[in-house]
């Protein structure tokens, strides 16, 4: 397909499954916070690629990274180990509560690594009566069977059944309808500490803290699902830091990898050794390409700098939130930590987000929805102040498009 006019977006829906519906303009070359679609239209990203994009586009220290180690080794197997995945996993047991590491490719397989190992462990330490998993409705775990079965959204597991079985679900932020679930049959309980998919809703402290006590008088294993609130995303490392309330299994992707596919599971000695010799596995997990560039991604966002400029930067998102909500009468809340950030549609608004990420791309801006009444914002971490300023201006002039029906 060298010839350009034939790669288009018509050619999409001849060739793709449609299981997606990528908006018309296909982006060909990004830089920092932005992107630039075949026409040469420019766009500025408060997308992130999902809180992907950590440190933007093309980062000079990924880029070299990448080039490194390409010229170095692609790939080795698990049969033998490789020096970047190891610098990797010594770093985040370094920086975090975990002592032990597994890599895979992406999200859903570190939510699969952690689930099987709540499996093995609850079988092994226990018994075989010892497999339920208690995870929260509304939340989003990944595309597998079995985490389509965790998660807490219905829509993404009818039509696939039998699912997993030995699953149910509590009520996020109520601890009460937790403490009705987990017994002594509970192998894990499992949480997202601020629910992404689920339209950016953060978790309360104190619901934290008690399913942290309930993990403990049950002997279940604590889960954080860290796919989207980790890598820096919400001003810690990783949101349990923030929180003060540690997991016994955290699953990280999205952000680590900045870009390149990459996905872990952090936990501690104890439960690891449940997941012993050929228990697991993941013929690409460690690839040395994508761990070269997590390292270098990592050792950039836990820069002191960076990471409180996350935190002046929810401020200034917060700020002009607020100033959207006195002037537009569509929104009902702004929300989010750090730079994971959700604006929820008013009652008069309900379902209506799409139509404003489509005025946004008219606008050069790229926005994410979180379900149908929230708009998402999870921007490069290190965007600049410009990039930002010419953010929100866009995003002004697109609220305003929707709003007064105005069409461009
Ligand atoms: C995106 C996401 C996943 C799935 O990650 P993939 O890399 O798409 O498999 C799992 N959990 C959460 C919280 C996510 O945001």
Not at 292 to 302: D, K, L, P, R, S
Not at 316 to 329: A, E, L
Not at 332 to 361: D, H, I, M, P, S
């Amino acid at each position: 397909m060298s010839d350009q006019g034939r790669v288009d977006r018509q050619l999409f829906d001849q060739v793709m499954v449609p299981n997606y519906s990528p908006g018309p303009i296909i982006p060909v070359k990004g830089q920092g916070s932005r992107v630039w679609d075949q026409s040469g239209k420019e766009y500025i990203d408060f997308a992130g690629g999902i809180a992907v994009t950590a440190l933007g586009h093309c980062h000079p220290r990924m880029v070299q990274a990448l080039k490194d180690q390409s010229e170095k080794l692609w790939h080795l197997a698990n049969v033998l180990a490789n020096e970047p995945a190891l610098a990797l996993a010594k770093t985040l047991t370094d920086l975090t509560f975990a002592d032990k590491v597994f890599f895979c490719n992406s999200g859903a397989e570190a939510n699969e690594a952690a689930f099987k190992l709540a499996r093995k462990y609850g079988y092994e330490a226990f018994g075989a009566y010892k497999n339920e998993i208690v995870a929260c409705k509304q939340s989003f775990h990944g595309r597998t069977l079995f985490t389509v079965s965790v998660g807490g959204q219905l829509k993404y597991r009818e039509g696939f059944e039998p699912t997993p079985g030995g699953i149910a679900h509590g009520q996020f932020n109520q601890l009460d309808s937790f403490a009705q679930l987990v017994s002594e049959r509970t192998c894990a309980i499992v949480v997202e500490p601020v629910q992404g998919e689920g339209g950016v809703v953060p978790a309360d402290p104190a619901f934290l803290q008690g399913l942290r006590s309930l993990a403990d008088q049950h002997q279940a294993l604590l889960i954080f699902d860290e796919v989207q609130t980790g890598a820096g995303r919400t001003g810690h490392l990783y949101a349990y830091q923030g929180y003060q309330v540690t997991p016994d299994v955290l699953s990280t992707a999205k952000g680590l990898g900045g870009g390149i596919p990459i996905g872990a599971m952090l936990t501690r000695e104890q439960f690891a050794k449940h997941l012993g010799l050929g228990t697991h596995g993941s013929t690409y997990g460690g690839n040395p390409l994508a761990c070269a560039v997590a390292h270098a991604v990592i050792e950039e966002i836990t820069k002191p700098e960076v990471m409180q400029a996350v935190a002046s930067k929810h401020e200034y998102f917060m700020s002009h939130f607020k100033g959207f909500m006195d002037r537009y009468d569509c929104f009902a809340e702004a929300r989010g930590k750090g730079l994971l950030l959700g604006l929820e549609l008013n009652a008069a608004w309900q379902g209506r987000a799409k139509a404003f990420v489509q005025a946004a791309l008219e606008q050069g801006l790229l926005l994410l929805v979180a379900g149908p009444n929230v708009l998402r914002f999870a921007p490069s971490l290190v965007i600049s102040e410009q990039e930002l300023e010419e953010g929100i201006n866009r995003l002004d002039a697109a609220i305003n498009h929707v709003v007064t029906g105005d069409n461009p």
